[in-house]
């Protein structure tokens, strides 16, 4: 379980506006028992102002009303919700700096050991484009001469687990419509 949003402030607000045992307030903020009996006892956190969780967004009244009425009950945090899982967007992979010069390696890795894959499968394996794609098994790109092919996996571009998984997907799908896919030849390997 993850800590609230400001678990000090989110502790002195649930010993001053509730009936929560300690061990509640510990459990769901994440912090020891003895840090929130200090708390209580005006020890810690003194001129930290306390931290509502039902306005922000992390706990429910009822929530709050059923662990009070059970001590040994635990709370429970609501789901976080933000716009991308409310519009369901996905976010884009990001490739640190230090090795978005190995995509095109992994790229024509993936052309070459498994043409199964589509564009769109590579392109969101490895948080790239089309476009780049496209200039890799064309030739095109502007460094094909020095294109190696090379796992993503040993160039940490994605984990292993990703690309079995992706690769069993494309299989499965060939195997539905019968068409194996030609090997394609790069730089003569």
Same mark, same amino acid.
């Given at each position: 379980?993850?800590?609230? %949003?400001?678990?000090?402030?989110?502790?002195?607000?649930?010993?001053?506006?509730?009936?929560?045992?300690?061990?509640?307030?510990?459990?769901?903020?994440?912090?020891?028992?003895?840090?929130?009996?200090?708390?209580?006892?005006?020890?810690?956190?003194?001129?930290?102002?306390?931290?509502?969780? #039902?306005?922000?967004?992390?706990?429910?009244?009822?929530?709050?009303? @059923?662990?009070?009425?059970?001590?040994?009950? &635990?709370?429970?945090?609501?789901?976080?919700?933000?716009?991308?899982?409310?519009?369901?967007?996905?976010?884009?992979?990001?490739?640190?700096?230090?090795?978005?010069?190995? @995509?095109?390696?992994?790229?024509?890795?993936? #052309?070459?050991?498994?043409?199964? %894959?589509?564009?769109?499968?590579?392109?969101? %394996?490895?948080?790239?484009?089309?476009?780049?794609?496209?200039?890799?098994?064309?030739?095109?790109?502007?460094?094909?001469?020095?294109?190696?092919?090379?796992?993503?996996?040993?160039?940490? %571009?994605? &984990?292993?687990?990703?690309?079995?998984?992706?690769?069993?997907?494309?299989?499965?799908?060939?195997?539905?419509?019968?068409?194996?896919?030609?090997?394609?030849?790069?730089?003569?390997?």
């Amino acid at each position: 379980m993850t800590a609230p %949003l400001m678990p000090k402030a989110t502790a002195i607000w649930l010993v001053e506006n509730t009936a929560l045992t300690f061990e509640q307030i510990s459990d769901f903020c994440q912090l020891h028992i003895l840090e929130i009996q200090a708390i209580a006892d005006g020890e810690s956190g003194g001129s930290m102002i306390g931290l509502d969780p #039902i306005t922000a967004g992390q706990l429910s009244d009822e929530e709050i009303k @059923r662990c009070e009425a059970d001590s040994l009950s &635990r709370l429970i945090m609501n789901p976080i919700i933000t716009a991308d899982s409310v519009l369901g967007k996905k976010t884009r992979k990001y490739t640190p700096v230090s090795k978005r010069q190995d @995509r095109p390696d992994a790229i024509a890795w993936l #052309i070459k050991f498994h043409p199964e %894959l589509t564009d769109v499968v590579i392109a969101r %394996l490895l948080g790239t484009t089309k476009n780049m794609i496209n200039s890799v098994r064309g030739k095109t790109h502007w460094n094909s001469q020095n294109i190696k092919p090379r796992s993503p996996v040993h160039l940490g %571009l994605c &984990r292993q687990v990703e690309l079995d998984a992706a690769i069993a997907s494309a299989q499965a799908e060939l195997a539905k419509t019968g068409i194996m896919p030609q090997p394609v030849e790069i730089d003569g390997q």
